[in-house]
């Protein structure tokens, strides 16, 4: 082969070969976006009332099981209150027990008969009518009737008032245990769905932590000591993403 030939044959190939890797680049390109972080919700910081009483509404995972009295996720939230308002100061009640349905909840609530002068009113309950196996019928009837008594312990403002979603305990060891892990977060996405729908039609403020609570399996430090309850790492999860909404309830 001519030598001049021989350079023309270099120069294609080497412009085929150019071709082919900038296909390559452009294809992995289009595969493998840029991650994209969506920016944190912040509130900005406006004093508030110089005394703030706040009550906490349902079962274990407001109480805190087998995690210690200032991990819980009230305690949480009143001491990052605490370190935000520094001339504030909180009072806090809970009203909650392991185990407790919506029915043991509004027992309760009837029986200690707690003042209508709270600043803020958090409300998580459902999860026990679910591992109970209760008629979801219940949970229909009484969750708004939940929600209407702690709006009237919130000084009669639904703004005063907060649900929380109900934690996924199939992402636990117990839950991975028990073999029906499906049927576990099928019965919480409904009485989910059902409060959320709630809440959005009623102009109640809710906030989801579920997600959180479905990382416990791969994420050990999520859940507490028992193997089923969250721990203080998962109730600081909580409490970051209730955070911006309770500031916007006592600013109002």
Not at 167 to 190: C, L, R, V, W
Not at 228 to 251: D, R
Request: charge should be negative.
């Amino acid at each position: 082969m001519k030598p001049h030939f021989k350079q023309i044959v270099i120069v294609f190939l080497s412009i085929f070969l150019l071709s082919c890797s900038a296909d390559e680049t452009n294809s992995e390109t289009a595969v493998n976006p840029p991650l994209v972080i969506p920016p944190t919700t912040s509130v900005p910081t406006t004093p508030i009332s110089a005394s703030i009483n706040y009550l906490a509404l349902g079962d274990s995972y407001t109480i805190g099981q087998s995690v210690c009295e200032t991990c819980r996720f009230p305690e949480q939230l009143k001491s990052s209150l605490k370190s935000i308002y520094p001339q504030s100061n909180f009072l806090l009640q809970i009203i909650a027990t392991t185990g407790w349905t919506t029915s043991n909840l509004m027992s309760a609530i009837n029986t200690q008969n707690p003042d209508s002068s709270y600043d803020l009113v958090t409300l998580l309950i459902g999860v026990n009518n679910q591992y109970q196996g209760r008629d979801f019928s219940i949970y229909e009837k009484e969750f708004p009737q939940l929600v209407t008594k702690s709006i009237a312990l919130a000084k009669g403002d639904k703004k005063n008032v907060i649900v929380l979603s109900i934690p996924d305990y199939a992402y636990t060891p117990f839950g991975k245990m028990s073999m029906n892990q499906e049927k576990i977060s099928t019965g919480i996405n409904q009485y989910n769905t059902f409060a959320e729908n709630y809440c959005m039609m009623n102009g109640i403020t809710f906030v989801s932590i579920t997600d959180i609570t479905r990382q416990g399996l791969n994420n050990p430090g999520l859940v507490a000591s028992d193997g089923l309850h969250p721990s203080e790492t998962a109730y600081k999860m909580f409490v970051e993403k209730i955070l911006p909404q309770v500031k916007m309830t006592l600013q109002d």
